[in-house]
């Protein structure tokens, strides 16, 4: 099993120097679903939730949330994003969140990707609350991510 990276000889736990790594592109993309009773998605189709257009809001969270990734996870390091998208689709049993985070730096953007997704996902939750109590939020994960 390979060594974890966040943890120093002694397992307390570190962030990483990249320092010394190349400057890069790195891209990371992620997903995530929420599933929802069959009245609320039609409550947001027909942009009746009383919050708001909900699928907008939700992406514009994802964006601001990506840009905040290194203020909510202790060991990520503040990246200049250069890109942030977030698409937020109805489908058949729920909205799925899928982002897609930019940068050119010295380490990934996988955590801004995730974490883009789930406040996405977060938000939808609370703009449907009042209506809907079975809201199920999964499958978060991290789609690909690559260093040009």
Same mark, same amino acid.
């Given at each position: =099993?390979?060594?974890? @990276?966040?943890?120093?000889?002694?397992?307390? +736990?570190? =962030?990483?120097?990249? *320092?010394?790594?190349?400057? #890069?592109?790195?891209?990371? $993309?992620?997903?995530?679903?929420?599933?929802? #009773? @069959?009245?609320? !998605?039609?409550?947001?189709?027909?942009?009746? %939730?009383? $919050?708001?257009?909900?699928?907008? %809001?939700?992406?514009?969270?994802? %964006?601001? +949330?990506?840009?905040?990734?290194? #203020? !909510?996870?202790?060991?990520?390091?503040? !990246?200049?994003?250069?890109?942030?998208?977030?698409?937020?689709?109805?489908?058949?049993? *729920?909205?799925?969140?899928? @982002? =897609?985070?930019?940068?050119? *730096? #010295?380490?990934?953007?996988?955590?801004? +990707?995730?974490? +883009?997704? @789930? %406040?996405? !996902?977060?938000?939808?939750?609370? &703009?449907?609350?009042?209506?809907? $109590?079975? &809201? /199920?939020?999964?499958? /978060?994960?991290?789609?690909? $991510?690559?260093?040009?």
């Amino acid at each position: =099993m390979p060594k974890l @990276s966040h943890t120093d000889a002694s397992g307390k +736990a570190n =962030m990483v120097d990249v *320092g010394h790594k190349p400057q #890069q592109t790195r891209i990371a $993309k992620a997903s995530g679903i929420i599933v929802l #009773q @069959s009245e609320t !998605l039609k409550l947001i189709r027909e942009n009746l %939730i009383k $919050k708001g257009d909900v699928l907008t %809001i939700a992406e514009i969270a994802g %964006i601001q +949330a990506a840009k905040q990734n290194a #203020q !909510l996870i202790p060991l990520c390091h503040p !990246l200049l994003l250069t890109k942030v998208e977030v698409v937020c689709t109805l489908t058949e049993t *729920g909205v799925k969140a899928e @982002s =897609m985070v930019k940068c050119t *730096g #010295q380490t990934g953007v996988e955590m801004e +990707a995730l974490t +883009a997704v @789930s %406040i996405a !996902l977060l938000t939808v939750y609370d &703009m449907c609350k009042a209506v809907d $109590k079975q &809201m /199920v939020i999964g499958e /978060v994960r991290l789609v690909s $991510k690559e260093k040009i």
